[in-house]
């Protein structure tokens, strides 16, 4: 209820009325803060320094508050809605939670009475499962790792052996710091060793590979699971990040923890100083269902199939470290450079269903922008973090999960900014690299997507389960050379184009470039479509080479296109 206005300058401002007449901390402004904010803000955890438990804690960040909740900084949720679909873990407070919040501070942030204050909060201390169950399984870092008070951690890796003999799919996980204060990020990863190999054993062969000249993926340890279209990709078994932590799957999905052989869970810590020296012995906690689930959950880099770096498509032959994720080179961000931008492109020849996104990079990355392109060529953005911040790495959950048809593709773009207006920026002076085992002065390009493959059914008796339903709905990635030309302002054509041939991968190399300009031209014609990327005003009436999912109907032949490059000269007058 409104107990008036208050004027600030040009802004006229509601005030709430409480049992004062104006909003009190005591019964208008606690319960807020209690419910939506001293989960993160109270002692031990990442907003330790402003905790919000009290009155007299809170008061001298009353004028910070205001301001974060009108500029909607706080609590973080960086995902733009208009450009965004619905998420289950929106955390944003309502318009009236801001109007009480704003006019308390307006009215001097008074206190109230302390018999109105309501009890505090009952924090779920450790494990956070909704129904109060402990975890199945629980793995933690071996000893407890000592942080120094200053200076640049580099990350830090442990594997532990996994203590299953048989494999246990996974309902609910949650990667917990044993010192969220020191704990920036961590990704938990399943890896298989030699038989006979241990950890201990890595360290000493890698140096004599490098002492060789041999490439160091010869010593690393294999992923236990990948993703279903690249063996060479880790399955991201479990994320710890500031916002995000506990994970529940539903009830017909499920991810894979392998056991019985050689395996271990590969920690990969980032951690952070805080001023004076703690320790820290992370873990991660498993919940398992009984029987397979219906489907396989995987977490994997959602566009790193296809990388264009500043508008130029990248080929997967380019010398040089693959950045993590991918399988090209990408060119360092210049120093001082405001607007580097990475984009990635994955092909989905079957149908899949999306249930989270969760772009992760580092301190010079300022966007990303997650876009469907479907087979009929509609375009929708489904997730835009306009304001992408190192220090809130959200899990994005789908309300209701995508489900994309076969011929469908992700597109990704990312941002960074090595320039003096980053305020992050360690050193703007310095080319940043985009490396394998990347520290945090490095980059990242690494837009998550955890998802299901919709063909796939893990209940379904041998007897029952046939292939042919499940052909019908995968696509192939075709490749093709023709010209390219454009009929309107929105739609391209390949001409004169040669007869398609079917490609194990969606991206190109350099010798496939000049096998490519020498093919002859055919009399085939094909639709393009989510060819914007691929800049391709720069390239009409020339000789092209095309690859994409071939989407066949009664009406036309239509690629969407996973990479597009040049190969000859103008072929159409």
Same mark, same amino acid.
């Given at each position: &209820?409104?107990?008036g +206005?208050?004027?600030?300058?040009? +802004?006229t ?11 009190a901390?005591?019964n208008?402004?606690?319960?807020i803060? =209690?419910?939506n904010?001293?989960?993160?803000h ?6 330790s ?5 009290s009155y ?7 004028k910070a508050?205001?301001e ?6 706080m609590p973080?949720w960086?995902?733009?809605p208009?450009w965004s679909l619905k998420f ?5 407070l309502t ?7 704003v006019a308390w ?8 009475n ?10 779920? !201390? ?6 109060? %169950?402990?975890p199945?399984l629980v793995i933690?870092l071996p000893r407890?790792?000592q942080?120094p008070a200053?200076?640049e951690i580099?990350y830090?890796r442990?594997?532990v052996k996994?203590? +299953?003999?048989?494999d ?6 949650q990667?917990?710091?044993g010192?969220?204060a ?6 938990i990863?399943e890896?298989?060793?030699d038989d006979?190999m241990?950890?201990?054993?890595l360290g000493?062969i !890698? %140096? %004599?590979a ?6 160091s993926a010869?010593?690393?340890a294999?992923p236990?699971? @990948? ?6 990709v880790?399955? &991201?078994?479990?994320?710890?990040t500031p916002?995000?932590t506990f994970?529940m ?5 499920a991810?894979l923890l392998?056991?019985?052989g050689?395996?271990y869970?590969? =920690?990969?810590?980032?951690?952070q100083a805080?001023g004076?020296?703690e320790?820290?012995r992370?873990?991660i906690?498993f ?5 397979p689930p219906?489907?396989q959950l995987f977490?994997?880099p959602?566009?790193?199939d @296809? ?6 498509e990248?080929? @997967?032959?380019a010398?040089g470290?693959?950045a993590?994720?991918t ?5 360092p961000?210049?120093?001082?450079a405001?607007n580097y931008?990475v984009?990635?492109v994955?092909?989905?020849s !079957? ?5 989270q996104f969760q ?9 990303f922008?997650y876009?469907?392109?479907?087979p009929?060529g509609?375009?929708e953005?489904?997730l835009s973090?306009p304001r992408?911040d190192?220090r809130?790495?959200l ?5 209701k999960p ?19 207006n980053n ?7 310095k080319?940043v690299y985009?490396?394998d ?19 796939q059914?893990?209940t379904?008796?041998?007897e029952?389960?046939s ?6 709905n995968? +696509? ?7 010209c ?6 929105s739609?391209w054509?390949l001409?004169?184009a040669s007869d398609?041939v079917?490609?194990?991968t969606?991206s190109t @190399?350099s010798?496939?470039l ?5 093919k002859?031209l055919?009399n085939?014609e094909?639709?393009?479509i ?6 391709p ?5 020339r000789k ?16 969407n296109?996973?990479?597009l ?9």
């Amino acid at each position: &209820m409104l107990a008036g +206005l208050i004027t600030i300058g040009a +802004l006229t401002l509601p005030v709430i009325a409480s049992a004062g007449g104006v909003p009190a901390f005591t019964n208008d402004v606690a319960p807020i803060l =209690f419910k939506n904010c001293a989960h993160c803000h109270r002692p031990g955890d990442i907003a330790s320094t402003a905790p919000f438990l009290s009155y007299d804690m809170v008061r001298p960040w009353a004028k910070a508050i205001k301001e974060k909740v009108l500029s909607h900084e706080m609590p973080p949720w960086p995902a733009d809605p208009a450009w965004s679909l619905k998420f289950r873990n929106d955390p944003q407070l309502t318009p009236r939670d801001i109007d009480t919040l704003v006019a308390w501070v307006n009215a001097g942030a008074p206190r109230g009475n302390d018999s109105d204050l309501p009890p505090l909060p009952e924090f779920l !201390e450790g494990w956070l499962h909704p129904q109060g %169950l402990k975890p199945d399984l629980v793995i933690s870092l071996p000893r407890e790792f000592q942080v120094p008070a200053k200076g640049e951690i580099p990350y830090q890796r442990y594997l532990v052996k996994v203590p +299953l003999l048989e494999d246990k799919w996974v309902v609910a996980s949650q990667a917990r710091p044993g010192n969220p204060a020191l704990v920036h990020h961590m990704a938990i990863t399943e890896v298989s060793l030699d038989d006979g190999m241990t950890p201990a054993d890595l360290g000493p062969i !890698e %140096l %004599l590979a490098r002492q060789l000249g041999l490439p160091s993926a010869v010593t690393r340890a294999r992923p236990a699971v @990948t993703a279903p279209s690249n063996s060479a990709v880790f399955d &991201m078994l479990g994320v710890y990040t500031p916002g995000a932590t506990f994970e529940m799957y539903g009830d017909d999905a499920a991810k894979l923890l392998k056991g019985g052989g050689n395996l271990y869970l590969n =920690f990969n810590i980032h951690y952070q100083a805080t001023g004076k020296p703690e320790g820290d012995r992370s873990m991660i906690g498993f919940w398992f269902r009984q029987g397979p689930p219906k489907r396989q959950l995987f977490r994997v880099p959602g566009a790193g199939d @296809t990388i264009i770096a500043n508008g130029s498509e990248l080929l @997967t032959t380019a010398p040089g470290t693959k950045a993590e994720g991918t399988s090209v080179t990408i060119p360092p961000i210049p120093a001082y450079a405001e607007n580097y931008s990475v984009t990635g492109v994955t092909a989905y020849s !079957e149908p899949v269903t999306i249930y989270q996104f969760q772009p992760h990079a580092h301190l010079r990355a300022k966007d990303f922008k997650y876009t469907v392109v479907y087979p009929d060529g509609r375009e929708e953005s489904v997730l835009s973090v306009p304001r992408y911040d190192f220090r809130w790495q959200l899990a994005y959950e789908l309300e209701k999960p995508l489900k994309l048809p076969a011929g469908s593709k992700m597109v990704v773009t990312a941002h960074y900014d090595n320039s003096l207006n980053n305020k992050y920026n360690p050193a703007p002076e310095k080319d940043v690299y985009f490396r394998d085992q990347n520290q945090s002065w490095d980059e990242m390009f690494t837009p998550f997507i955890q998802y299901t493959l919709d063909n796939q059914d893990l209940t379904a008796k041998p007897e029952m389960a046939s292939p042919i339903p499940q052909a019908k709905n995968v +696509l192939q990635i075709v490749e093709v050379v023709g010209c390219l030309v454009q009929n309107t302002a929105s739609d391209w054509m390949l001409t004169h184009a040669s007869d398609t041939v079917v490609s194990a991968t969606q991206s190109t @190399t350099s010798v496939a470039l000049r096998a490519a300009a020498a093919k002859s031209l055919g009399n085939q014609e094909y639709h393009l479509i989510g060819i914007g990327v691929f800049d391709p005003s720069n390239h009409a009436r020339r000789k092209v080479a095309v690859k994409g999912l071939l989407i066949r109907d009664s009406k036309a032949s239509r690629l969407n296109v996973t990479s597009l490059q040049v190969v000859g000269e103008t072929c159409v007058q």
